[in-house]
T-cell receptor, first 113, second 109 residues
Framework: GVTQSPTHLIKTRGQQVTLRCSSQ?????VSWYQQALGQGPQFIFQ???????GRGNFPPRFSGLQFPNDSSELNVNALELDDSALYLC??????????????FGPGTRLLVL | GQNIDQPTEMTATEGAIVQINCTYQ??????LFWYQQHAGEAPTFLSY??LDGLEEKGRFSSFLSRSKGYSYLLLKELQMKDSASYLC??????????WGAGTKLIIKP
């Protein structure tokens, strides 16, 4: 399955954070989402074969990488209080243009103080 | 802008049937997904519709009308374990998933 680390994280405003995700074996696409409490996930960006191939309405201080070994990371610089949320990664097979099911990890809950 | 509307919360009785509606206004349409999310857990896939009509999968069915920008998820023979949030998501013209805020379903005995 899809795993994420850490499960919980507390940071202070202005700091930087790196969240990690391990995709389901063989999946070549990973998507990252931000989910605020009581809301649906908001699309941050997607990587296909180690290249970004889609981005939502998030500022450049949100960046990511996808590695050849089924792992990926989300980096957030200059943390703001509003960045407090559950961060989900989802992996799938394919570019995300069809019925490909996204398999979600358990998420990382980030609290910015 | 893009918008997906779902009821915030619904209550139903164990053993009954419930229909959760979703209306959408997106820039393009490349499929609609329903996901289930239990509190504190990750979303899990339930169904996918890209053509008009009904898709049935066990106790769960999903319907789509593209001309009306409308979908519903039908849950039959409700069980207590069905208590969860149900998320509707539409893939837009850029193939990005746009998500609704989710419908919290409460099942009462």
């Amino acid at each position: 399955g899809v795993t994420q680390s850490p499960t919980h994280l507390i940071k202070t405003r202005g700091q930087q954070v790196t969240l990690r995700c391990s995709s389901q074996s063989g999946h070549n696409t990973v998507s990252w989402y931000q989910q605020a409490l009581g809301q649906g996930p908001q699309f941050i960006f997607q990587y296909y074969r180690e290249e970004e191939n889609g981005r939502g309405n998030f500022p450049p201080r949100f960046s990511g990488l996808q590695f050849p070994n089924d792992s990926s990371e989300l980096n957030v610089n200059a943390l703001e209080l509003d960045d407090s949320a559950l961060y989900l990664c989802a992996s799938s097979l394919g570019r995300g243009t069809g019925s490909e099911t996204q398999y979600f990890g358990p998420g990382t809950r980030l609290l910015v103080l | 802008g893009q918008n997906i509307d779902q009821p915030t919360e619904m209550t139903a009785t164990e053993g009954a049937i419930v229909q959760i509606n979703c209306t959408y206004q997106t820039s393009g349409f490349n499929g609609l997904f329903w996901y289930q999310q239990h509190a504190g857990e990750a979303p899990t896939f339930l169904s996918y519709n890209v053509l008009d009509g009904l898709e049935e999968k066990g106790r769960f069915s999903s319907f789509l009308s593209r001309s009306k920008g409308y979908s519903y998820l039908l849950l039959k023979e409700l069980q207590m374990k069905d208590s969860a949030s149900y998320l509707c998501a539409v893939r837009d013209s850029n193939y990005q998933l746009i998500w609704g805020a989710g419908t919290k379903l409460i099942i009462k005995p």
